[in-house]
């Protein structure tokens, strides 16, 4: 038998780990899971017979999948028991992911909100599959459930994902535009142009998760939407004044977003899906500070779809 070096594996590690992060943060939905999930795939990886490995790549991604899968199963009741609206972690991304706009799509926080509503193996599923083009066997291998099972499984989620978000031509481009025009106007105050970027039925989701005060409910219609943003430039925000808040436009999720920072912290971001005209048809606003870890360790991912 070949002696591989500790180097070696760590090596052939290293190569995977971008895909592997990919993987179990489109399941999970929280970078600090899918993380973690990471980190025991390497576990997993170290204590295997990696002499009787022919595909490496498929072999840690069936461990990674694995490994979120049983951690989504584990986590499911924190999120039914949550304060107000659940999304999930915003991560910095880089051009990258921008670039390739079925990777960028797949991760979005609009995708990442329908995921939510699918069961643990359809997202499992759904996400090796349509994302990752994964075979039905590999992938039943991977969730340990039979092929007819795992083909069931992608037939119900892709029919679910579809009914709930249309595509859209994304034109990144008007999309980096309307977001910059957006910032201006709201650090502004100026209402009429945010409501002339905003669809008149644009909903608006905040995800203080009971540690900050946010919205509880979704609040609905440009008017709403408009004066909730306005109000950015005029008020004391957690605690800080307008003029100690610092927003800044970068990439978030494969996409244009916005993040809101006070003296030494993170606040919140804001992220948009847009519709067929270009106008916003929904707002992300996460605030829970547990959730502003990744943006405000200041990584940048690159999840692009291998």
């Known amino acids: 038998m070949t002696h591989v070096s500790p180097d070696h594996d760590q090596q052939v ?28 795939a390497w576990i997993k990886w170290s204590a295997a017979d990696r002499s009787q490995v022919t595909d490496p790549k498929a072999y840690l991604a069936r461990i990674a999948s694995n490994l979120a899968l ?15 609206p659940w999304l999930p972690e915003p991560i910095l991304t880089s051009g990258d992911t921008a670039d390739d706009i079925t990777g960028a799509e797949s991760v979005s926080m609009a995708m990442l ?20 083009d994964f075979g039905h066997a590999e992938i039943a291998e991977a969730v340990g459930r039979s092929e007819v099972a795992v083909r069931q499984a992608a037939h119900r989620a892709r029919e679910h994902v579809r009914a709930r978000r249309p595509r859209f031509t994304a034109d990144r ?8 025009r957006f910032l201006a106007a709201a650090t502004g105050g100026d209402i009429n142009t945010l409501m002339e970027l905003l669809s008149p039925d644009v909903t608006l989701w905040t995800d203080g998760g009971g540690k ?28 800080v004044e307008p003029a100690d808040m610092n927003a800044e436009l970068v990439e978030i999720n494969g996409g244009p977003g916005m993040v809101f920072s006070g003296p030494g912290r993170v606040i919140a971001t804001v992220t948009f899906d847009f519709d067929a005209d270009g106008r916003i048809i929904a707002v992300h606003n996460v605030a829970n500070p547990d959730k502003l870890q990744a943006v405000a360790g200041g990584t940048t991912h690159d999840v692009s779809t291998p």
Do not use: C
């Open 212 to 239: 900050v005060r946010q919205a509880l409910r979704p609040i609905m219609g440009a008017q709403m939407v408009a004066a909730w943003f306005a109000a950015i430039g005029k008020v004391t925000y957690q605690g």
């Open 173 to 180: 481009s008007r999309q980096r535009d309307v977001t910059k």
């Open 113 to 132: 909100v329908v995921l939510e509503t699918l069961s643990p193996l359809e997202r499992a599923v759904f996400v090796l599959k349509e994302i990752f």
């Open 70 to 84: 049983e951690r989504l199963r584990s986590t499911r009741h924190q999120r039914e028991t949550y304060v107000g």
């Open 13 to 40: 590690f290293n190569e995977h780990r971008n895909l592997l992060f990919s993987v179990a943060y489109r399941i999970l939905g929280s970078a600090a899971d899918a993380e973690d999930a990471v980190q025991d």
